[in-house]
């Protein structure tokens, strides 16, 4: 399977700060996500980049595919961004199966 | 429907019983996946559809688990003879063929008592 490192593990923030959460995989992804986890459990799509940079809002992430990471930039943080942060990435295209990281705890205090 | 839904939200059985956990996708959706998640874990594969394919059931960690697609739709997955160590929330998510990625349901949480 494909090993994908995420760091930091945790991170603790006051509201306003930024932050940029790095992902590492193992093998080359043709199929690269971000999800946020809220602290309900629900997890949220924020990015499909397989490739190149995107933005939505407060948040944007960038993909090098050919050296195989991908970074996950908040700016601005407000509380309702803690939770935990995953991304994840496949083989496949667009569809199967996605190996995931463990994940990186973020905190927001206001 | 508008999003994933899982049903039940919450299930509590006795070890040694069976479970069924259901899940209906975003209508579109041509590919279907299930994931269970223990505490404070990440997220482990256990089996994915797409359309009219075998299904890829190289995740179930043993087979007292299996899982069906009916018309392309709805899915079921079941364990059979549950254990302790399968107390997880299993999640369902679906996904269409362009490249705009999953979209998870609020999962079960079972608990194996």
């Known amino acids: 399977g494909i090993q994908v490192e995420q760091s930091p593990p945790d991170l603790i923030l006051q509201e306003g700060a930024n932050s940029t959460l790095r992902c590492n995989f193992s093998?080359?992804?043709?199929?690269l996500q971000w999800f946020h986890q809220n602290p309900w459990g629900q997890l949220i799509n924020l990015f499909y980049?397989?490739?190149g940079t995107k933005q939505n809002g407060r948040l944007s992430a960038t993909t090098v595919a050919t050296e195989r990471y991908s970074l996950l930039y908040i700016s601005s943080s407000q509380t309702t961004d803690s939770g935990v942060y995953f991304c994840?990435?496949?083989?496949?295209?667009?569809?199967?199966?996605?190996?995931f990281g463990r994940g990186t705890q973020l905190t927001v205090w206001p | 429907g508008a999003g994933v839904s899982q049903s039940p939200s919450n299930k509590v059985t006795e070890k040694g019983k069976d479970v069924e956990l259901r899940c209906d996708p975003i209508?579109?959706?041509?590919?279907l996946y299930w994931y269970r998640q223990s505490l404070g874990q990440g997220l482990e594969f256990l089996i994915y559809?797409?359309?009219?394919?075998?299904?890829?059931k190289s995740g179930l960690p043993s087979d007292r688990f299996s899982a069906e697609r009916t018309g392309g739709s709805v899915s079921t997955l079941t364990i059979q003879r549950t254990q302790q160590e399968d107390s997880a929330v299993y999640l369902c998510?679906?996904?269409?063929?362009?490249?705009?990625?999953?979209?998870f349901g609020s999962g079960t949480r079972l608990t194996v008592v």
């Open positions: 998510a679906s996904s269409r063929i362009e490249g705009s990625g999953y979209t």
């Open positions: 980049i397989p490739s």
């Open positions: 209508s579109g959706h041509t590919a």
């Open positions: 093998d080359s992804v043709n199929n």
């Open positions: 994840a990435g496949g083989r496949g295209s667009t569809l199967g199966r996605l190996y």
């Open positions: 559809f797409q359309g009219n394919s075998a299904p890829d």
